[in-house]
């Protein structure tokens, strides 16, 4: 593999990484706070799932999104605490 091509490759490799590490920290921390509040095990589920459908959804609909209205405008619409 040519440097240059391992040079532009690296940057959203490494993003993917800490996204994906992110994600499974998330998805601990809040089973296990859950746990800790003393929520049942059917309301942890619950919670992680809807999580995760909820990511899945919202990848599919973001790529129309995106594709319609442009990358900018896309995020202009979150909220001024996102940014």
Do not use: K
């Not at 240059?4 to 920290?25: D, H, K, V, Y």
């Not at 095990?41 to 995760?52: D, E, H, L």
């Not at 790529?63 to 995020?75: A, F, K, M, V």
């Amino acid at each position: 593999m040519s440097p240059q091509l391992l040079s532009m490759a690296l940057a959203p490799l490494l993003g993917l990484f800490i996204l994906g590490i992110g994600n499974g920290f998330l998805a601990s921390l809040i089973t296990l706070r859950l746990d800790a509040a003393g929520e049942s095990v059917t309301t942890i589920g619950w919670v992680s799932a809807a999580y995760y459908i909820g990511l899945a959804i919202g990848a599919l609909f973001n790529d129309r999104l995106l594709l319609r209205i442009g990358h900018i405008r896309g995020l202009r619409v979150l909220p001024r605490w996102w940014r």
